[in-house]
């Protein structure tokens, strides 16, 4: 059965289970009735950070302009365009074998296309969620329910995965940002 896990939650994910490497890293919302006019294009991405926590280069951002790490070790499935539909709206697959050494963390985040120029922002998504999945048999492992936090905020840190003694964690962090995806990339040293 799942972990679900509270805002600052940490849950060790491979020391209970020393064969795990292939992860689904799912993340789903809906929006509230909205009447601006313009669809809600929600973004998944994940941020490869080294102790420091920031990226060593513009390719550990994996999103939809950059769909796989060169690595192999995270890989985002595609953007979806409008939330649409049952399930994860935007999915990526982690393979922690692959993850390069000096890579401490992986944080996963969510922002909102061109949220300003469509007056959007979290205050009108509910239900968004993210879990994690073993990739070899689809078992949910953990799920973190991010509430209804969040108001003027465009982009928001949803969780990571972090080594620790030799094994991945997974933390749920759920904080929100300003400046979309913009102050995101600054944050994580990416060159935007």
């Known amino acids: 059965m799942a972990v679900s896990l509270m805002k600052g939650q940490k849950v060790d994910l491979t020391k ?20 601006g006019g313009a669809d809600f294009d929600l973004d998944a991405a994940a941020f490869l950070l080294d102790a420091s926590g920031k990226v060593t280069s513009d390719a550990d951002f994996v999103f939809y302009n950059n769909l796989k790490h060169a690595s192999g070790s995270v890989e985002h499935t595609g953007d979806n365009l409008t939330g649409e539909g049952e399930g994860d709206d935007e999915v990526l697959k982690v393979d922690l074998s692959k993850v390069p050494a000096n890579i401490s963390k992986i944080d996963f985040t969510v922002t ?10 979290f205050g009108q998504v509910s239900n968004a969620y993210i879990h994690v999945l073993d990739e070899t048999n689809g078992v ?16 928001i840190v949803v969780g990571e995965l972090y080594r620790h003694n ?19 990339g600054k944050n994580f040293g990416v060159n935007v």
Request: charged share 20%; net charge negative.
């Open 16 to 35: 209970g289970n020393p064969g795990l490497s292939k992860l689904i890293i799912g993340l789903g919302w809906d929006v509230n009735q909205y009447d």
């Open 112 to 121: 909102i296309y061109d949220a300003e120029t469509r007056m959007q922002n």
């Open 140 to 155: 949910e492992l953990l799920r973190f329910d991010l509430g209804e936090d969040f108001s003027v905020e465009t982009a």
């Open 166 to 184: 030799g094994e991945w964690k997974f933390n749920a962090i759920g904080s929100g940002f300003a400046g979309g995806l913009y102050a995101l």
